[in-house]
């Protein structure tokens, strides 16, 4: 919760709840983070695949919240606006500075007049490693749902693979490596296929063709069959 204070000050001021813990960030950084919480890292020091399920359920269901009831796009969704709070069970989804008004093109028309946003109509807007390729291109393309699913795809990636797998994603080169399929997921934890059906679920997430992307219903669907696959394949090993 926020609140806005009145007082006699010459300025609006906002006081917003302090939240304890670390960001994603700096977990993915640093994933011994963990370790205080009781949590043991895969075998080659990568997150557990647990944590990196539980992180992007959350995430997801969260940003549905954003999408439905709030009727905003968040448009920089990364790590360090995620804050893990102590023991890993709860998220939170931080930095709204750039939110859109899903429905904001809409009011526009029914008022007969576009009024002007917040922020500027064109440039580039969010964080290279991130951000979408309509993005870069806003007059072309404007941003929707399936832009934040595409930052929730390059997450999934990174939280996969470890925290230098979007690091040709630079402001210089982006427009040329975005068209780059990401890496192959080789996370031990996931026994084969899995690693193919989480390769082929970041990458659809973060296609350059916004209609081609998965809905956040989709994407939760298909974290939830791969973790159904994943443990049926780990209880006929025993």
Known sequence: ?????????????????YVPGPSLADILSTPS????????????????WQFILAVMRKLCEGVQV?????????RDLKPD?????PGGQ?????????????????????DGAAKPGLTLEFGVLGTPPYMALEQAFRAL????????????????????????????????TFLQSVRVPLQDCN???????????????????????HKKRPSLEEVLDRLFRLERMRRLIASGKK
């Open 141 to 172: 393309n404007a941003a929707s749902k399936a832009t934040d699913v595409c930052a929730l795809g390059r997450m999934l990636c990174e939280l996969l693979q470890g925290h230098q797998a979007l690091a040709h994603l630079t402001l210089e």
């Open 66 to 74: 954003l999408h439905t009831a709030l009727g905003i796009l968040h």
């Open 1 to 17: 919760p926020a609140f806005v204070a009145r007082g006699k000050l010459p300025f609006p001021f906002l006081i917003c709840e």
């Open 81 to 85: 606006n995620v804050i893990v709070e």
């Open 187 to 209: 996370h031990p934890e996931l026994p084969f296929p899995l690693p193919v059906v989480a390769t082929n679920l970041y990458r659809e997430m973060t296609d350059p063709d």
């Open 90 to 110: 709860r998220i939170r989804i931080i930095d709204l500075g750039i939110l859109k008004d899903i429905y904001a093109d809409l009011y526009a028309k029914l």
């Open 33 to 48: 983070l963990l370790t205080a919480w009781g949590m043991s890292l895969a075998k080659d020091g990568r997150l557990p």
